[in-house]
């Protein structure tokens, strides 16, 4: 497996893994499965925020991806960020989501520009919360039947990691 920034060329493996997301799971909480251009438009304000898109590969596929964004727009929010973590159905339970997470939390680590890492989770998507477990996040709340899909009404757990950041 390689760990690498990702460029516009993975951005239609991206959108395949993005979009069985919002099919088939509720790890995304969007109910309308989106198109190439919203990837492309993603991907240029991730990027232009300086905020890391990674990639992990596989036998020249990609596996899944990750990133991190601003937690909310307002300028005090400005040292909090959450993550997001995704694989390929295929390439589930090979230690993908821990190799993207281990380098997502270093790159935010090296940026010097994040405090707090903010995981939303699904409250019953208990993998992704024994994984942000075993990376030192912390759950720091639960918000009963704030979302809607497949039918139910869904809780959300917040996650979070600190890291010492000089302001």
């Known amino acids: 497996m390689?760990?690498?920034?990702a460029d516009k060329a993975d951005l239609p493996a991206v959108l395949?893994?993005?979009?069985?997301?919002?099919?088939?799971?509720?790890?995304?909480?969007?109910?309308?499965?989106?198109?190439?251009d919203d990837r492309l438009s993603?991907?240029?304000?991730?990027?232009?925020?300086?905020?890391?898109?990674?990639?992990?590969?596989?036998?020249?596929?990609?596996?899944?991806?990750a990133s991190y964004g601003q937690w909310r727009p307002?300028?005090?929010y400005r040292f909090s960020v959450e993550n997001s973590v995704y694989v390929d159905e295929r390439f589930q339970r090979r230690g993908v989501a821990s190799a993207l997470l281990t380098e997502l939390i270093a790159?935010?680590?090296?940026?010097?520009?994040?405090h707090a890492m903010i995981a939303a989770i699904e409250s019953s998507n208990t993998g992704s919360i024994a994984l942000h477990e075993r990376f030192g996040f912390r759950t720091v709340g639960e918000l009963p039947e704030v979302g809607h899909k497949f039918g139910r009404w869904m809780d959300l757990t917040l996650m979070q990691r600190t890291f010492a950041l000089d302001v």
Do not use: C, Q
């Open 16 to 36: 395949a893994i993005h979009n069985t997301n919002i099919a088939e799971s509720t790890a995304i909480w969007d109910t309308d499965e989106v198109d190439l």
């Open 42 to 65: 993603w991907f240029a304000d991730r990027t232009a925020a300086g905020m890391p898109i990674l990639i992990a590969e596989i036998d020249g596929e990609v596996a899944g991806y």
């Open 74 to 76: 307002k300028t005090g």
């Open 107 to 114: 790159r935010a680590i090296d940026s010097g520009r994040v």
């Open 2 to 5: 390689f760990i690498r920034d």
